[in-house]
């Protein structure tokens, strides 16, 4: 069988290892490295001078990283070190300048003089395990390591032994001891419902190993005050009501009631629609199908007091909204820029005292504007109301700015 080759380095199916190749030009354009999942060894320099590359998926077969394997990968920002290694070798990650976090496990006895040399970015160490103790005690281990030097040792919850996923597929993280100690959480394909993580006051990152498949509990990210930002499917009922630290949220899905309420830090707001996957081959046999699978996706809505109370929205596009529910905006203070598309009216009190929009240039589809929608809009200057056919009571009480 030929090796499979990514640009400088070859993988052999016969002893399973990375082995150095011949450096090549197309190397300085590649930006992702995935090692095959076989992999139980990645030989010296395996990676050296992969300058673009800014992802390397590593297998948790490999055993042992060679010496200089990553050095000079330029623009690595994050690794996952499987818990089979036990060495970081000299020069590993030599001059890696934009390496911001690594992940380790308890496993790893011995982190060599240069092997993080130059990585003057690198701010945090996860330690992944499934049990704080364990983390406890490696961190006393360390403690006196140059490991620790000016870095930021955290704890990664990642299931391990697997014994409490063996007979649910819904997993409540509110019931791992010491769970409000936990950084960075991940949730194995395994897991169908993530049904909490209410009050995990530490928690920053969550990873879903299949997006796609999870659903989430009502209420589940509630008061996680540290997570910063996330990108999901369908949102439900309060699961990120007072979470002060949101900054950041990219959703492909519907947006529940109370969804981000109070979410006061949440700045930037993406709605991005699912596409379709379907075979190639069957496209044709199941194309009347598949428009109506797309018209479906594409049907995304904004429950009632959703964005309520989100002080820092300063613009939002709703071009992909198909529907909106009471007080979905109401009280977003600093919003002044509103794109709608696709809705025929706007409901009770939608975006009351929304002290900063200016302008509302409504499409042809809406009909109605129901009561109090924009009351308290008080710098609201132009609105477009042709193709409006009721406006009820308060819709634009106390607009006091509107001159055409």
Not at 158 to 180: A, G, H, L, Q, W
Not at 209 to 229: A, H, S, T, W
Request: aromatic share 10%.
């Amino acid at each position: 069988m030929e090796p499979f080759k990514i640009s400088n380095i070859k993988y052999s199916y016969e002893t399973n290892i990375w082995e150095e190749f011949e450096l090549k030009d197309e190397i300085k354009t590649m930006t992702e490295i995935e090692i095959p999942k076989e992999t139980i060894e990645i030989s010296n320099y395996a990676c050296y001078e992969c300058e673009n590359v800014k992802n390397i998926h590593i297998p948790h077969t490999v055993s042992k990283i060679g010496i200089g394997a990553f050095a000079k990968c330029y623009n690595l920002k994050e690794i996952n070190i499987p818990d089979g290694v036990e060495i970081l070798e000299n020069d590993t990650f030599y001059d890696c300048h934009e390496l911001e976090t690594i992940t380790i496990s308890p496993n790893l006895k011995k982190v060599s003089e240069t092997a993080l040399l130059n990585c003057q970015k690198l701010k945090t160490i996860y330690i992944a395990c499934d049990n704080y103790n364990l983390f406890e005690e490696y961190l006393k281990k360390i403690k006196n390591s140059d490991l620790l030097n000016n870095i930021s040792i955290k704890w990664k919850y990642v299931n391990t032994s697997k014994s409490i996923f063996s007979f649910s597929s819904e997993f409540d993280f509110t019931t791992i001891p010491n769970y409000d100690k936990c950084s960075y959480l991940v949730i194995p394909s395994s897991i169908t419902k993530l049904k909490s993580c209410k009050g995990a006051k530490s928690l920053e990152f969550i990873e879903f190993y299949d997006l796609n498949k999870i659903k989430l509990g009502e209420y589940v990210f509630e008061n996680c005050n540290k997570i910063k930002e996330i990108e999901l499917n369908d949102i439900p009922k309060g699961a990120f009501k007072n979470c002060k630290g949101l900054k950041h949220v990219i959703i492909k899905g519907n947006v529940g009631e109370l969804a981000f309420e109070d979410c006061k830090d949440l700045e930037i707001i993406d709605f991005v629609k699912l596409k379709d996957e379907i075979d190639k081959n069957e496209k044709e046999n199941e194309k009347d199908k598949n428009e109506e699978d797309e018209e479906k996706q594409n049907e995304i809505s904004i429950s009632k007091s959703a964005f309520k109370n989100c002080h820092s929205i300063k613009s939002i596009n709703l071009s992909n909204i198909n529907s909106l529910s009471e007080s979905a905006f109401e009280n977003c203070y600093k919003l002044n820029s509103v794109i709608l598309s696709n809705i025929s009216f706007i409901p009770k009190s939608c975006f009351k005292s929304c002290f900063e929009i200016e302008k509302i240039i409504f499409p042809d589809s809406v009909r109605k504007i129901e009561e109090s929608a924009f009351e308290n809009c008080y710098k609201l200057k132009y609105i477009d109301l042709r193709f409006v056919k009721i406006i009820e009571k308060y819709a634009l009480e106390n607009v006091s700015s509107l001159k055409n």
